[in-house]
């Protein structure tokens, strides 16, 4: 059968194994709880809601898939997709290769989804997996940026920067997950492109570094990363806005 009439098939791969990713108290921002769901339970939720995505991988600690089994069996998830738990990485880009390495052979595209951002709507998701379907290699949600952003050289915590540059803003994207690709695209940029240090934290970063070209659709100010406390309370409010309003 040829690429052209090979039937589409979309996973979605959600790195939660990062150091430190424990259950219980003291629990990482990928377990923390939002609207007394775990962030993670959102997140899987998040992807496996979307027609398009038939099988979520979420990649937990080496030492807790186990329990991370266990907290995903906890919670009521769309019957529709399977979820399969592997053990990941030392590091974000050897957790998200495990994932890949965990697909069936008939996946054609693959999402690689953030956690921390548990409360992406579906319209997003799809708007991603239509575009990777119809034939872009790599794709990620993005939104225009508020700020101004100042290029400086850094100094040490609390010092003064100087300015370098100012990029033109109208130019600029803030880029969101989950970030869209072909699966053999991906699959040799992480073959090709070497862990380095703390690994990649960007997937389409990767890809680009093939000489691929990376295209952006619209993000959506819900698909923010909870990283701060500030951003716990902005999600604890969207949450509550949607269940008011039966939206979620």
Known sequence: MSDETRPHRTAAVIPAAGRGVRL???APKALRALGGTPMLIH????MARSRAVSLVVVVAPADGAAAVRLLLDEHPLPDRAEVLV???GETRQESVRAGLQA???DVTSVLIHDAARPLVPVDTVDSVVEAVRGGAPAVVPAL????TVKEVE???PGEPEPVVATPDRARLRAVQTPQGFDVATLLRAHAEIPVDGEGATDDAGMVER???TVVVVPGHEEAFKVTRPLDLVLAEAVLA???ATDAY
């Open 43 to 46: 997140a899987v939720r998040a």
């Open 103 to 105: 697909l069936p052979a």
């Open 86 to 88: 592997v053990p990941g």
């Open 24 to 26: 219980g108290p003291g």
């Open 154 to 156: 850094p100094g040490g």
């Open 210 to 212: 093939l000489g691929v």
């Open 241 to 243: 806005r949607r269940r």
């Open 144 to 147: 225009p940026l508020a700020d």
